[in-house]
């Protein structure tokens, strides 16, 4: 009901204006929670293509996806040097050639084949090992045993 006794019309208008910055609020939060969801702090964004980023749904998510590459890729390879070097080149790359979104949504593909290799080849590797494994058990060699350690190299 109206403080005011201006009459029903007016208390009607005044409500739909309420609903309305309501509604605008709501409808802006929710823009505001959606552009944070990069894999960086979009309140801390610098550049033009973290910006571009920080606005655009589809690129934070993407952003998000290489994130977790980025993390899983770094646990098999550890403190390597040449890793830490692509991502450093890769990233400086983004930052001095990517000013739209055509680009970053390239960049982004990119950069996900990238870390998918690391992966695979991880992944190769254990299939590879596990293979030999089994090779060496069935010759009746003793896990750990040099003669075992020979044969899975």
Known sequence: MCAF??????CRLSTMHSIKSAIFFCILIGVASTSSAASFDCAKASSISENIICMDPELSQKDDELGYLFTKAKSLVGN???FR??????WRWREANC???TCLIRWY??????????????????????????????????????????CIK
Do not use: H, M, W
């Not at 991880?122 to 009746?140: A, D, M, W």
């Open 5 to 10: 006794r201006l009459g029903a019309r007016f």
């Open 80 to 82: 390597d040097s040449e």
């Open 85 to 90: 070097k692509n991502n450093v080149d890769a």
């Open 99 to 101: 000013a739209d979104r």
């Open 109 to 150: 593909a990119d950069r996900k084949v990238y870390f998918q290799n690391i992966l695979l080849q991880q992944s190769n590797r254990q299939s590879g090992l596990e293979i030999k494994i089994e090779k060496c058990t069935k010759l009746g060699l003793v896990p750990g045993s040099r003669d075992f350690n020979e």
